[in-house]
């Protein structure tokens, strides 16, 4: 027997405050040069998220944990882009290589074209501002 479209469950799409419900986070950027970076990954640590720091690729600096995103041991929901578009793309590619379905670019991060092509690989996209969209405290 054959099922017809009518019996499969739609796939749920994960907008800003879907990925936001999810509790493991992998935030890549410079971790040791950018303040915002690790802002960012206080405020999801502050709202009881799993937060993974991960370096733009091909830098090694602390206090970044992990080089890559491969690096990172279990499973990702959420990368959090904060890199430069250039970066950014080898950072889709290797999320998608991963099977990670979530990425969330911050502002200067979000190129059009680059989250086109997170999109195009099947991946949930939000462009926007952790510190914005997820209040202190709001332990989504």
């Known amino acids: ?3 017809s479209l009518a019996s499969v469950a739609p ?3 994960a907008s800003g405050p879907g990925m936001l419900s999810k509790k493991t986070w992998a935030v890549v950027g410079n971790h040791a040069k950018n303040p915002v970076v690790e802002r960012i990954t206080n405020r ?5 998220k799993d937060v993974h720091r991960v370096n733009s ?3 090694s600096t602390p206090p970044a944990e992990f080089n890559f995103l491969g690096d990172v041991p279990g499973e990702i929901d959420v990368v959090d882009v904060v890199c430069a578009p250039a970066m950014g793309a080898l950072v889709v590619e290797e999320a998608s290589r991963l099977g990670i379905k979530h990425v969330w670019f911050q502002p200067g ?3 059009p074209v680059l989250v086109a092509r997170a999109k195009a690989l099947g991946m949930e996209t939000h462009c ?3 510190l914005v969209d997820l209040p202190s405290g709001a332990n989504l």
Not at 44 to 48: A, M, P, T, Y
């Open 57 to 59: 690729p091909g830098k």
């Open 44 to 48: 999801l640590k502050s709202n009881g």
């Open 128 to 130: 926007g501002c952790v």
């Open 1 to 3: 027997p054959t099922m």
């Open 109 to 111: 991060a979000d190129d």
């Open 11 to 13: 796939v749920a799409m």
